[in-house]
Each structure stands twice: as C-alpha cells, then as structure tokens.
C-alpha cells in the first residue's frame, strides 16, 4: 500500500519520499514501484518519459527525521495499534506543527491513534484501495478530535489528485473494508462447502457483477494475513458471528500461503505477481 500511494503521489508531480525500516526495504519497494510502472508501460497506459519523470519524483530513504521538511504525511505500515501510535508519536515529534499527519488505517480507531500526538487535530485517516494507482477512492475518517478545516484540506489535496473522497464515521473496517471482508469470507465460505470450485467461484463474481478479479484472486491479492487480521479486528469490535473468520483462511495463513506476496494462495503466481494460469487451484472446497 505504502508504495502504492508513493507511486500515485509522483505521477501527480509530488516530489515523494518513501521511508522504510531499512535502505534495503526501501530499495525493493523502488523496484516494485518500477515494476509497476512498467506494466503500464506495456500496456500503453503511460510513456518512457512519463515513466522517468515518475520515478526520479520518488527519494527513497530510511533516516525519519526526513519529516522535518514534510509538507504532508501518510503513515501506511501494517493494522497494529501500537505501531501506529508509535509512528505517530514520532512523526507529531519530527514533522512542523502545521503538517498534517493522515493514517492508511483500514480497522483501527483515529481517535486512539491520534492520542499519541499533540495535533489531534491534524491526524486523519486516508484509507486508499489496492491497487492505489488505478483505483481513484479514497476514504476520508474524521476522528474524534480532527478539526473541520483538516477535512477541508485533505478533500481539496484529494481533488487536485484527481481522486474521489468519501466521508466516512470512525468504524471498524469504515465501509469498503467491512464490506469487502464480508464478500471475502462468504465466498470463503461457499468453497469450503463445496458449492463450486475456487476458480468458478471468482469467474461467477467477474462475469455476472463485472469484478476486475473475484473475491478470492482479490484475497490473495490484498494478502490472506491481512485479510485475517481486519475480520478477526471486526470479529472482535463487533462482537458478531458473521463477522467470524472462515476456517479455510486461517488454515492458508498459518501453512504461510499468503497470495501473491509468497506466489501461493487460492491461486499461483510469478513473482510479478501476475497469475499463473495453469488450470489449477491451490485450495479447493
């Protein structure tokens, strides 16, 4: 996601710096970026210099106090609380006091993890969907403490990147990923009883609801850890049984099948991660 958005935000023209926990993190979080800029490539979608322009936009580094000349700050490392309130805390202590710091969070509570700093006020939530680069939403979370005029700002970045904004109220999972995990776990579901196969069950979702990629290519996709994590947030948040994981997912997780970020889930792929087609399911009901 974090590369996602880094890629996004050069080909809008923003010098964009992408900080990982280590050079070499972000060294392979470049390549993908190029990776991915070079499928667009492929498919006529950008041109050589467009490409160019985008990644000499992109500084990589793994030095935080970066921030300090930050005009605008996404925090996008994985769904823990306490990581993200430390981050925050120490963005809020490196970044001037007028930057606004914005959390990717798609399952966790703004209001908390804006504690952790002396700007509540500038703390927001920007939850984007994968794949970042081609999917133009973005969900805007108020917190508790977000001031109006953060909002407003934030809506305004989002109309010049050419992106729609949707306000949303502090939830578990807001609305695309509470409902999307919803859609996940019954197709889940519906393979593990035996109703139809994996692969059938992803081409009656494309060709009848014209999805890009069904439910369980957009699982392996997203990550299977991760979509364990936000129905086991929401399990727990809400306290409801349809929200309880199916037993399927958490059999992938902990065999480390985990989609395309280990090339084995529902479905095979490269390590492009484009699917293998070889007529053949990992997991069947």
């Known amino acids: 996601m974090g590369q996602g958005i880094a890629e996004l935000l050069a080909s809008k023209g ?39 322009a985008t990644l000499s936009r992109v500084h990589i580094t793994d030095d935080p106090t970066i921030m300090s000349d930050a005009d605008f700050v996404i925090e996008s490392v994985y769904e823990c609380l306490q990581t993200k309130q430390q981050i925050l805390e120490l963005f809020d202590e490196l970044s001037r006091p007028e930057v606004i710091l914005a959390s990717n969070t798609s399952t966790l509570s703004l209001t ?5 700093t002396r700007r509540p006020d500038k703390v927001i939530g920007l939850h984007f969907v994968h794949p970042v680069p081609k999917i133009p939403l973005v969900e805007v979370v108020r917190g508790l403490k977000t001031s109006s005029e953060t909002v407003k700002n934030v809506f305004d970045f989002l109309s010049y990147l050419e992106l729609e904004g949707v306000e949303v109220y502090e939830s578990p999972g807001f609305v695309t990923t509470r409902l999307i995990t919803m859609l996940i776990n019954e197709a889940l579901y519906t393979l593990m009883e035996g109703v139809a196969t994996a692969t059938d069950i992803d081409r009656a979702m494309k060709f009848g609801f014209q999805f890009k990629v069904g439910p369980l290519e957009m699982a392996d996709r997203f990550g299977l850890d991760s979509v364990l994590a936000a ?9 409801d049984p349809k929200f309880r994981p199916c037993p399927i997912l958490k059999k992938m997780v902990r065999a480390g099948q985990l989609g395309v970020k280990t090339e084995e889930g529902f479905f095979l792929y490269d390590e492009d991660g484009d699917r293998i087609e070889v007529n053949q399911e990992v997991v069947s009901g």
């Open 231 to 239: 129905m086991e947030r929401l399990y727990r948040e809400f306290g």
């Open 14 to 52: 923003f010098d964009t710096y992408l900080l990982e926990k280590s050079i070499e993190d972000a060294q392979c979080a470049l390549h993908h970026i190029e990776l991915s800029l070079d499928k667009e490539l492929s498919k006529w979608g950008i041109t050589r210099a467009e490409k160019r």
């Open 112 to 116: 908390e993890i804006a504690a952790f």
